[in-house]
Each structure stands twice: as C-alpha cells, then as structure tokens.
C-alpha cells in the first residue's frame, strides 16, 4: 500500500534586504511601499499559501564602517505592515519576525495578540534572537548579550510570552449589558514571572486571540537552536534545499519532538527556497544563470570577499584572481550586522578551499562567488519545478517551502499562475482554504487542545 | 451666517465603547466586537464620512482602570483592548483620507521601534499618520516591563516635590523620546534611494544619517531601518494639562490637546504654550491646540440630559474626568467651539460618551452645523494628515543637498 500524498505548505517570503533580491531589474518595484506588500500578499493568497513572511533588521548593515549600499537597504515595520495586509487578505497568515533580545515580552505578547485579534486568527512569530552589540546601539537596553545567553533569554521570553498569552483562558469577556457584567474575572490576565532574565507582574491587557497564542516559528540550525525549535515551535526555518541534507534535518528535528512529549506532526520544516522559472528548462537555466550575474556584481563579489577575509579587499579586481593572503582573523570588523559574517566559522579553511576551487576551476572572484553563492533551489519549467518540490516533499526532506522570488513585489505571480495548478493537479496542494486561521492552514491543534505536556517548559 | 474666521479642525477620540464607563451598556454598542477589526473599520469610516481631520486611537499598557494610578479590579467596565498602533495600521488601508493617530506609551517603549512604526503608518496610510506620545507613571505597568521602578505616585503626589519631580522626569523622557523619533524620520533623506545600475549602488550612502542621540537615559545611534516616511515627519501630539506638558508640546509637538473648561481658561493655556513655544525657538512654527471636549450629542438637549443621568446610574455614580462634559445639541455645541475657537483653539478632539450614538451624531449632527457656518471644510482639500492641518512638507534636518 503506498503512503498517502503529504499535503505540501507554502508560504512567501517578502523579498528584501539581501543580494537574492535584484533591484536593478526593470520590473522591480518599490520594497517599501505598501502597494508592493498588498500585490505580493493577494498574490500568495491567490494562490492559496499558507502564510507570508517578513524578516528584520533592526540596524542597517555596514562595511568598513560604511552603510551598505549595494543590496536593498530599508525595510518597514514588521507589525505595522503585517497589520495593515490582514486588511487586504482574509486568509493568508501573517509571519514576522521579532527579536526576542531588543524588546520585552509583555509589548511583544500585546502586540502579537493584538494582531491575532485583528487578522482572525492569522498570527505568526518567528522568533530569533541576537547578541549584537552593533544592533544594540539603537536601543535603550544597549541589548549586549553574551553569547552563551542568547538563547536563554529567547527560551525564556518565549515562555513568559506565553504565560501571558494563557494569562485569559477566552472566557472572561461576557459584555453582558442587563446585568452590567463586562468580565466575569477580576483577575484576568494576572501573571506573575520571576525568572532569570524578566522579573515581571500584573494582569496582561489583551483577551485571549482566536489562535490563543501566535503560530511560533523558530530559524536556526545549530544545536541549540533545534532544541529550541524541538521544546516549542510549530515550525522551523530551515536553509537546506539539497534532498540529502533536507532529510538529515528533518529527521533529527523530527527525533527530537519526542523527548518534549510531541508528535512528529506538530513541527513542520519549511526551508527557504529561491526559484527561476522558464517556458522551458533550457531557458529557465538561462534565465537563472542572468539572475545570478545581476545578484553578484564586480563590487559585491569584493564586498562578499570581505565577510570571510575581514579585511579591506577594494583594491582587488573582481575579475581578477582572489587574494593569496590570509583572512584577519581579530575581531570581525570590516562587516558588520550581517548573517553571512556568521555563516564562515573558519575563516582560513574557507579562504584555502575558496582559493583552491578558483585555482582549479579558473574561476575570478566574481566567478567564485556565483558558484559558492546561494544558488536557485529550483530551477526549470513549471512543470519540473512543481515536480522537484513534491518530490522533495513526499520524499521527507522538508514539509514544504518558503519561496523567496527576487523580484519585488511581482516576483510570485508566474509561481502562482503557473506551479501552483500543477500542484492542485497533483493533490498535494488546497484549491481552497479549509478554514480560517493559520493554525487551520498547518494543520496545527489549537494551544487550548494540547495536552498540558506540549506545553513549553518554562 | 458665514464667517471669514479659518476654519476648525476637528477629531475624534476613539475608546472601546465610548468615554462614559457605563457606555457600553447602550443598545447602540457592540461589547462583544471591542477588539475586532471589524467595529475598528466602522468607526473610522464614519469619522471619514464626516470628513474629520483625524481619529486618535486611545491606548495604555495595563488594564482600564478608574483610578488614575491604580488597578480597580472592577469587572463592570471594559477591560482589555488592542494596541493602538496595529489597530491603525489595520484600517489604514481602508480608508483614503482621515489621519490616524494611534497612541504610544514613551515610559516603556524603545523609540526606535515607535519611530519605525509610524514611518510605516505613514507608508501604509500614505501619508496619515500621527502619533500621540503618553507618559505613564503607574507602577503596575512599570511591573508589566520589570526594568524600571517607579515611586508611588497618587494625585495628591502631584503638588509636592516628588511629585514634581518624577512628572518633570518623565515628560523629559518623552522629549527625549520624541527628539530620537523625529531624528530617525529624518535620518533618510528623502532621495536617499538611487538605484543607480551604473555604479550598482541602491541608495546614495551620504544621504542616510547616524542621529547619534545621547542623553542621561539613553542613547540610540541610527539611521532608521525605514526610510523617511512620507510626511517626512508624521503628526506628533500630546495630551497637557499642566506646564509641564504645556511645555512638551510646545517645544516638541506639532498638535496639543487641552482640556479647558471656559473660554478664558482656554486662552490662558494657548497664551502659555505660545510662551514656551517661543521660549523653545519655534515661535514661527504652526503648533495646533486642539480643545477636548467628552460629548453627548442629541438633537433635543432634554435627551442628551437625560442618556448623561441614565448612564451615570448604570455606573452607580456622576462621570467626571480631565475634559469638559458637553451635553445638548449639535447647534449648541458648535456654538461653544466657535466660541473657544476664539480664544486661540484652532480645533477639537471630541470624545464621544457613547461611540456608537455621540460619533454619527458628530459626523451627521455637529459636521452640517459647522459647515452650514462656514467654519468646517465640505471636502477633505488635501491627502496628507500635514495638509489637512496645514503644514507643509518640513524640511530634513541632515538633508547635505538642498
């Protein structure tokens, strides 16, 4: 008997600040502008996503202590845009991401629950966290963590956010106008949270929102951060798109559900995916081949250079050889505020194997930097693309995908006209939402129908 | 009568179900519908229909409370509500016109993500944002953060030393806070972003600013992670009572709400916030002072009267606050407006007793009364919340090209 067809999640992720995104392209359009979010959010509803997500940054990147100017640099507020779509969309869910280091849990708790509130139940948290000196010169707090904190704090922010999402059990509001009634609790809300980073009390001020609590999404795949994902998310970020790798992932998060008291449904893996599209497969490799060009420039193939080389590189020519001396490796400072930084944990040895691909393959900096970069995870026709992402589903590498196009905000309409009927064809994707909420949409219970166990740790 | 007098401005301030506590006990009110998107978006697009300058959207970051500083642990009165600055956000889209002026809380919250929010307002509003700046000092909410402290503070604290310490405090807090919002709206020029293929930057570096702001609270380094909103800078405004407040609008606000109870009270505050304004070097600046009123509005004044003493029963006692309590007619209240307006108010922020009753009777009572004077517009002349209040696009602080 064969396995039933896994349904497949799809989600969007807002193209933004970072070189996947081509700005230069005569069909992008403003990524700030709220016109662009409201077409990029009707198009994924339209095609019956799951969810939208927004990233964040909450200092702008530099480079040798200049703002970085050769990518997207800008981006609104996550809140207040994904508010102001849930006006423009009625089922797709909305997902931001929110650092759980530059803000408080009893804010952030209110404003996810107000949210919740405001799109029915549409709420989602991606929570991340940072130990960034650099980002915390923008905040009162400073923010400065040791690293070894950070994810102490998230763990715990998450759980006090969640003791105040579960300080109104849903019922208190009774707004009963004869007998003068508005709550049938004088203490609702209380909440009491003596921890090691928050020491906080009082009644939280929002009732309880029709998802009870956001969907909690979790990136990060280092060990902490998959034991983190484990004890309490619904889903995770992952970023590998190759089958092998994918299914490594998914089979040890899913592993570790166990020990929390889960199932292994109620994680899902959902790695960020680039896509090119063609009529055909030739000319969608074509077409990808011209969209990496225009991600890497001469000037930023030098910049990426200096992530690793954390030294100024200017003077080098892009189409040139790479440099024969060696990373600084002091205190990374040619850099700053960027993931890439963080991706090279071993500076020399990048730098050396870097070196020897070039030497071997011939390749110019900007040669190297295409080939290393992040490549298009799916590349082809319609119909092989809708055929490699259910394979890579029903196959276990993943439950679906987050597609990052790099045009905005156009960048997923040929998707959804064209792979997403593919996929309806097949039935592994909806033709219509089944219900209303983005826990409905994940097949994610309500907070209020777990058992005390699923509960996070505090 | 017509008049060549400028014309009023006139807001809305939208609370739950009204600002009488026993509002929501009216057939008229929807209690169970407070915290949905959906009796937001009304209400705004009838303060829209009446053409009204703007609605504030009230906010706080612990329960309701009678009591100015404390919980009351009472259950007869709305509890719970939304933050204001998502609730404008979800009805910025659906309207075209109307500002919208959420509230935030500057005791508690970083400026830094307050400042990006209502950039973002102002996109997704395209250009109808304002914020109003509140100071809190309960120590229930301070509680809610953990990371401050606050001494006991009741309202017989305020004369005293203390009392006047702490207030000062933190009304300096605000203008430090609003100084930090404001320089991150301007920490973008306004054609920072180039897009020039030929040399493959974005934005043009030298037009984006590090605000470096540094005081005894705080410090915060900048740029903003959005680009300069398109107000360039959205309305800013705060709620005064005293001189200390007086003086936060006056050196940091475009827009003050006062709440006089006479025309001769009125324009002793104008004149002290002209004096601080001066003394503050913006003398020539356009800085409103909005009158706020609580209002209950009915075409025979015997029924306003009698709804007044109706819902002061259901709340088991007379309601009183900071505002002056109008109850009569539309005619009667634009009789009173134009008469405050003279003593130097350039317009109102009325409260509405009972939302669901005293703001269609605003838009579709006082509205025709004002205009049928000459002292209200008949069509919103601008799109901009700046251009309904007339001011103009401000000039950026850092701009290196002019």
Sequence with gaps: MSKPLKQIHLAAHFPGVNNTTVWSDPEAGSHIEFSSFAHFARTAERARFDFLFLAEGLRLREQGGHIYDLDVVGRPDTFTVLAALAAVTEHLGLTGTINSTFNEPYEVARQFASLDHLSGGRAAWNVVTSWDAFTGENFRRGGFLPQEERYSRAKEFLATANELFDSWRGDEVVADRAGGTFLNDAKAGAFVHHGQHFDIEGQFNVPRSPQGRPVIFQAGDSEEGREFAASGADAIFSRYSTLKEGQAFYTDVKARLARYGRRSDQLLILPAATFVLGDTDAEAEEHAREVRRLQVSGATAIKHLEF???????????????PDIDPDLGEHTVARGRAQVRMYRDPLATAREWRERAAANKWSIRDLVIETGSRQAFVGSPATVAATINDFVQADASDGFILVPHITPGGLDTFADKVVPLLQERGVHRTEYEGTTLRDHLGLAHPDARTPADRVAS | MSSSRSPLHLAVALDGAGWHPAAWREPVSRPGELLTAAYWADLVTEAEHG?????????????????????????????GRLDAVLIAARIAPLTRHIGIVPTVVATHTEPFHISKAIATLDYVSTGRAGVRVQVTARQNEAAHFGRRTLPPFRIEDYRTPAGQELVTDLFEEAADYVEVVRRLWDSWEDDAEI?????????DRDKLHYID????RFSVKGPSITPRPPQGQPIVSALAHATVPYRLVARAADLGYVTPHDAEQARAIVEEIRTEQTAAGRGDETVHVFGDLVVFLDDDPAAAEARRERLDALAGHPYTGDARIFTGTPAELADLLLELSEAGLSGFRLRPAVVGHDLPAITRGLVPELQRRGAFRR???ADTLRGLLGL????NRYATTA
């Design chain 2, 379 to 381: 069509a919103y002349e």
């Design chain 2, 51 to 79: 053409l009204l300058d703007f609605v504030t959207i009230e906010d706080a970051l612990g329960l309701q409370s009678s009591s100015p500083t404390e919980p009351d642990g009472r259950t007869d009165q709305v509890r």
């Design chain 2, 213 to 216: 702001f540094e005081s005894g």
């Design chain 2, 195 to 203: 897009r020039d293929i030929a040399t493959g930057r974005f934005i």
């Design chain 2, 392 to 395: 103009t696009h401000p000039a």
């Design chain 1, 308 to 322: 690793v080389w954390n030294r100024d590189l200017s003077a080098y020519d892009p189409d040139g050889p790479l």
